[in-house]
């Protein structure tokens, strides 16, 4: 039996085929303007006999193909913990969103924090104010590696930060330096979510955003533990949306 | 219906054209909110005619009573004594509220960071399509929030006859003493409105309605015990809001109505939803008609809603009015007793609220509260977060939400509610 997970996410779609508990096709694409498009062709040719949608997509999919759903904070709780089994609490920030989940010894998730309507401090966010610093999104984290200096950034609404980043640099400041205070203030914001939950060791940090080397150093020096990151973390959410079709778990 | 009622609401000043808008969206919403559930009670068909007529045939029955020499008062708040309005043969409604309109006016009067339920009460005053308020006879504005309190003194300048109403904030023997002493005055001012003196014959008829007003709601609250529960959230939170509109006597009886026919479904074990559907308390701040957004959510994310801990819920009908003083004052003590154990959250401290959560989680039997706080609404956000805490420790799952009345947040809201009903299973 083949069992699939699609999470359709407001950036991207990833989508996780397993067959007898083994990854056996891993895919991803932009989500575009219109999602549903993109999913199915991401869908082309692939054999599942199960799928399970998550992610802001998941109702229309539910709708268009007739899959059963669960929200992103289960599907991550249940592909993060079959990931790492020890983990008791999870950091999740994708396009839109970002969440902090907690999770017991079986990998349920037993509490979580999301933001609300502003998409402050999320993939978005970092796009955006890496685009006004003439970088890309893979850049971004990098280059505020290489930093010398903390310049303080107040503002996490995406118009005020991008205004404040537009006054830093005609100040003269370093982009790399303003890079720095940029993730520092996204991390700022993640701490404070994650410890009105939990940080609860070990702590997993997953969706688009892991990918960001910054993002990782930072979170590991703010909280003063250790943080593990998936080698693919944006898959997370398909992976355990595949588990839970294959009801593995 | 809208042709034949043309005429009264043109001469009441409503805006016509915007009214109408306002009753298509509102008649659209119940549509597809309320008419879309499964499996509902056949005697909420009371109900969907009181939404139908709610602007209509209701409006009519108030303006035929104040042709008969009565009158009408409106009200923001479950700390207005209907007993006393009653008594002198008035009617109380509670004033439109509920959703956004004319924001852009509202926005001339009203800071930004006011809570919608204030901007609201404005915007169906500044845009004329609340029929309500252009028909009462005197309107009470309390003293409650400071977002309230500080309207009232902008809303004075918009309508002839708002009568402010002093609220205490401790629960302590000044506090009652303030009660007490506005509510005589109110009683005075009822009176001198109505020309009616109240005397004990009086008043104890309007304990009497008010208090089977309640009866009919407690049993009906009783009811929602069940697994399977017989009534929706969304429809048992509708007879709670109706509970501020209609006629207090038909009221009671349709109320009754309902809880025979939810008798008789709960012997044939049938319910809205299927046994062992995730049971959910709703604590927070009061819902007017038509601010179904969250329950609307909720039921349909695989829960039920069993109670709800709010003004327009328990925190508005819970504790009857002793009847059995015998002189005017004693009633009136009886009265000031029954409202001073409100627990609403402009009290400080006011640890009642947080006992009343945990005793309805226990009495309904819920497995989790989703916390509804306004945005802007200080006092209830502000103890959202100890309220939180101590039901965690009491291993009572807690969602906290803030929204307002926008439709701008519905997807994140509904990915929030999915989690935590997942975790509940």
New interface residues.
């Given amino acids: 039996m083949r069992y699939a997970g699609i999470d359709i996410g407001s950036r991207t779609i990833e989508l996780v085929v397993l067959r007898d508990g083994e990854i056996i096709e891993s895919r991803q694409a932009d989500s575009g303007f219109d999602p549903m498009t993109q999913a199915k062709e991401l869908l082309a040719g692939v054999e599942h006999d199960h799928i399970i949608a998550t992610g802001y997509g998941r109702h229309l999919f539910e709708l268009s193909f007739d899959a059963l759903t669960v929200t992103e904070i289960k599907a991550y709780a249940v592909g993060v913990s079959a990931l790492f089994p020890g983990v008791r609490t999870i950091l999740d920030i994708g396009g839109q969103d970002s969440k902090a989940i907690a999770v017991n010894d079986k990998g349920k998730a037993i509490k979580f924090e999301m933001n609300d309507r502003c998409a402050a401090g999320t993939g978005k966010f970092m796009e955006i104010m890496a685009n006004t610093l003439g970088y890309s999104i893979d850049e971004f984290g990098k280059e505020a590696l290489k930093a010398t200096k903390d310049i303080q950034i107040s503002s996490m609404c995406t118009v005020f930060a991008e205004s404040e980043v537009t006054s830093l640099l005609a100040r003269g400041e370093k982009p790399q330096e303003i890079a720095l205070g940029l993730h520092r203030s996204i991390v700022r914001r993640a701490v404070a979510m994650l410890k009105r939950v939990s940080i609860k060791e070990a702590i997993v940090f997953a969706g688009g955003v892991a990918r960001n080397s910054c993002m990782h150093h930072l979170l590991e020096e703010a909280l003063e533990k250790n943080i593990l990151v998936p080698e693919n973390p944006q898959a997370m959410g398909a992976f355990g949306a595949a588990l839970l079709a294959g009801g593995i778990c | 219906m809208s042709e034949n009622y043309k005429d009264m609401w043109k001469n009441l000043g409503l805006k016509l054209v915007p009214h109408d808008a306002l009753l298509e969206v509102l008649g659209k919403g119940y549509e597809d909110i309320y008419l879309t559930q499964n499996n509902r009670p056949e005697s909420m068909a009371y109900f969907n005619f009181v939404m139908s007529e709610i602007h209509g045939l209701r409006i009519k029955e108030l303006l035929d009573e104040k042709a008969a020499g009565r009158k009408v008062i409106g009200s923001f708040c479950v700390f207005v004594p209907e007993e006393i309005v009653r008594a002198a043969d008035a009617t109380l409604v509670g004033l439109c509220t509920g959703a956004d309109f004319a924001t852009e006016e509202v926005d001339k009067l009203l800071p930004r960071n006011t809570c919608s339920l204030i901007k609201s009460a404005f915007g169906f005053k500044l845009g004329k399509v609340c029929p309500y308020i252009e028909s009462a006879d005197m309107i009470v504005g309390e003293n409650t929030c400071d977002g309230k309190k500080k309207s009232y003194e902008i809303l004075k300048n918009l309508v002839p006859n708002l009568y402010v109403m002093d609220l205490p904030q401790m629960k302590s023997d000044e506090g009652k003493a303030l009660l007490k002493a506005e509510y005589l005055r109110f009683k005075e001012a009822v009176e001198k409105l109505t020309g009616i003196s109240i005397d004990v014959t009086r008043l104890k008829k309007g304990i009497d309605i008010v208090n089977n007003k309640r009866k009919a709601i407690h049993r009906l609250s009783d009811l929602r015990k069940a697994d399977p529960s017989p009534i929706s959230g969304l429809d048992a939170l509708l007879a709670n809001q109706v509970y501020f509109y209609d006629d207090p006597i038909r009221f009671t009886g349709s109320v009754n109505k309902i809880c025979d026919e939810l008798k008789k479904r709960i012997e044939k074990k049938e319910g809205v939803f299927p046994k062992g559907t995730p049971r959910i308390l709703l604590s927070g701040c009061p819902m007017a008609v038509p601010n179904w957004k969250l329950p609307w959510i909720i039921e349909t994310s695989g829960a039920v809603i069993v109670g709800e801990e709010s003004c327009v819920g328990e925190r508005g009908t819970r504790n009857l009015t002793d009847d059995s003083g015998n002189t005017v004052d004693e009633l009136m003590e009886a009265i000031i007793n029954r409202y001073f154990k409100v627990d609403c959250a402009i009290f400080t401290p006011n640890p009642d609220r947080l006992d009343h959560i945990v005793e309805m989680v226990e009495k309904y039997q819920a497995n989790g509260v989703v916390h509804y706080g306004l945005q802007f609404c200080q006092p209830y956000l502000m103890e959202s977060m100890p309220v939180e805490k101590a039901l ?1 420790e009491k291993n009572i ?1 807690t969602l906290r939400i ?2 307002d009345y926008s439709m ?2 519905v ?2 809201l ?3 509610v ?2 935590f009903v ?2 509940l299973k």
Wanted: glycine share 6%; aromatic share 0%.
């Fill in positions: 965690e799952p803030d929204t701008e947040d997807g994140q509904k990915t929030r999915e989690a997942e975790l």
